[in-house]
């Protein structure tokens, strides 16, 4: 194992599961090395690992101003599925964080715009929480989030809480809709019309399944948002975390060394392979 991954290793305790959906959960963990969320920027990513069982990348979810480090998870393989099992006071080893964060310092006192789709928004949830405790940092945040379906919309309990936040417009749509569901129906580039979105002064973080990083890429282009304030996210298969295995590998680059985050301009002829 590489030296920097051993050196990245501890062990975390759960001290909290929350159920989102029916496939997705989020762990909450206190770290034996002492390291609190603080100590992970938005955007980066861990490696949670199974003892005896094997690892997953997933992103962290928390703020620094969080009590526990926070991951939301999909029940979608061996690993996940094992997690999705454990209870509080078990222990999973957590090795990072790594990769590159969402480029705040580069957004303040522009229009921010938070672009998610599905799981894509944990990774983002940094984000609003950072825009949130500092609400003159940026001039108006803009959230739009997409599901399937509102059964499938992830941490709907903190949506008060964000409505209630000065400067932050949360925006929410599905795919189908239900006989109670009052809200757009559409992907998620069907609410960039309503947003109020100033392309002269926006930068754009997305992150999300690739079609919807096109499209969303695609209509933000449409607009006048300037290719080199379009930041995303790609969440590939990563499995060492070091730019090792070259599993996660695009083109040049490795989405685990590399990003996960890039600007737009870095991934044109990578991703999305037509259209922009």
Excluded at 108 to 128: D, F, N
Aim: aromatic letters at 10%; proline letters at 7%; hydrophobic letters at 40%.
């Amino acid at each position: 194992m590489p030296r920097q991954a051993l050196q990245a290793f501890t062990r975390g305790t759960v001290r909290g599961v929350k159920k989102e959906t029916s496939d997705t959960f989020t762990l909450l963990f206190d770290l034996a090395d002492c390291r609190s969320p603080a100590d992970f920027m938005p955007g980066q990513f861990n490696m949670l690992y199974v003892f005896g069982v094997g690892e997953v990348p997933i992103s962290v979810a928390s703020f620094g101003r969080d009590s526990h480090l926070m991951h939301t998870i999909r029940s979608v393989g061996r690993v996940t599925r094992l997690l999705a099992a454990v209870t509080t006071g078990s222990s999973v080893g957590i090795r990072g964080p790594f990769g590159r964060g969402w480029p705040l310092a580069e957004a303040e006192g522009k229009q921010l715009l938070v672009i998610a789709g599905g799981l894509g928004l944990p990774p983002l949830r940094p984000v609003i929480e950072a825009a949130i405790a500092e609400p003159g940092r940026f001039d108006g945040v803009k959230v739009m989030y997409g599901a399937r379906t509102p059964a499938d919309l992830i941490y709907s309990y903190e949506y008060p809480r964000w409505h209630a936040a000065g400067g932050c417009d949360l925006l929410l749509t599905v795919d189908r809709g239900t006989s109670d569901w009052k809200g757009n129906v559409g992907v998620v580039t069907t609410l960039f019309p309503k947003a109020g979105i100033d392309p002269g002064r926006a930068v754009a973080l997305i992150c999300g399944p690739e079609l919807m990083l096109k499209f969303s890429i695609l209509e933000l282009a449409k607009i006048g948002v300037p290719a080199e304030r379009i930041f995303v996210s790609l969440e590939r298969n990563m499995s060492c975390a070091t730019g090792t295995c070259g599993h996660c590998q695009l083109g040049p680059l490795f989405i685990c060394r590399d990003g996960p985050v890039f600007g737009y301009p870095r991934l044109r002829g990578f991703f999305p392979r037509e259209g922009v």
